[in-house]
């Protein structure tokens, strides 16, 4: 009769522990879910391409300090408190990373990150748009079109972020890296996607990468957001997760 008992017992408890961990893990997911959002593409009239692509929510800070989704993310070495030091965790993930022939060319701070351009030395063309944990220094690869347009150093490019061209290139327009848009086109396309959005906002210099263009947008002369302007079709990629920005460092090399 013990022994029974204690089998009783023990299948019990085992189940006890088992629906535990099923709990946990559903709360889990579901504050994870919570934190980074999901995805949502819609469209919003663009003028050229027509789809506007947004991240509502996507790829917020976890309580690691990295970025939902952000692919790569290399452990930073404290507190981000200047551009500088902004600036030094890029380089340090750079290195980490094993590229050459690349610099730092442009160094933003918002209110949720630090934000950086990294260009090839040579051509002067955008390699990487990077994000670093403002509490951590914590550095990954800027999500949307420096992961997905990217046709040269983002996910759908052999090597790129790390990932070994494990998805293959192709399967999302405009991974080619080839663009029909110059830039002149970038800055046009993203003025009429303010005018029909943000109304009173001004289109600022297109810097070309390999399949897109990123640029910043002004209110009364001071930075007040970014997108991203795909180079073969023109469709429009509005940069969410920054926050309000705070200083711009420019042509740091």
């Not at 990373?97 to 690349?102: A, E, I, K, S, V």
């Not at 701070?109 to 030395?121: D, P, S």
């Not at 990487?128 to 690869?141: K, R």
């Not at 420096?146 to 494990?166: P, V």
């Amino acid at each position: 009769m013990k022994t029974v008992l204690v089998v009783l017992v023990s299948i019990v408890l085992a189940l006890l522990l088992i629906g535990a961990g099923v709990f946990v893990g559903i709360v889990w997911a579901r504050d994870r879910a919570a934190t980074c959002g999901s995805v949502g593409f819609g469209m919003m009239g663009g003028r050229r391409g027509g789809t506007v692509w947004g991240m509502p929510g996507m790829f917020g800070r976890t309580g690691q300090g990295a970025f939902c989704g952000a692919g790569y993310v290399a452990p930073g070495e404290g507190e981000i408190t200047s551009l500088d030091s902004a600036k030094a965790a890029v380089e340090r993930y750079v290195q980490g990373q094993g590229y050459t022939g690349l610099e730092v060319k442009e160094v933003m701070t918002f209110e949720r990150n630090a934000y950086a351009i990294v260009a090839e030395e040579d051509t002067g063309i955008g390699a990487m748009e990077l994000l670093v944990d403002p509490d951590t220094g914590a550095v990954s690869p800027e999500p949307g079109p420096n992961m997905m347009w990217n046709a040269k150093y983002g996910m759908m490019a052999e090597g790129g972020f790390g990932w070994g061209g494990m998805m293959g290139r192709g399967g999302i327009v405009g991974t080619t890296g080839e663009m029909t848009l110059s830039p002149a086109d970038a800055v046009d396309v993203t003025q009429r996607w303010l005018d029909d959005n943000f109304p009173g906002r001004t289109a600022g210099d297109a810097d070309a990468f390999y399949g897109y263009y990123t640029l910043h947008f002004l209110k009364d002369g001071v930075v007040d957001g970014m997108l991203s302007v795909n180079g073969s079709t023109g469709d429009v990629w509005y940069h969410r997760w920054h926050g309000g920005f705070i200083e711009m460092l420019e042509d740091t090399h």
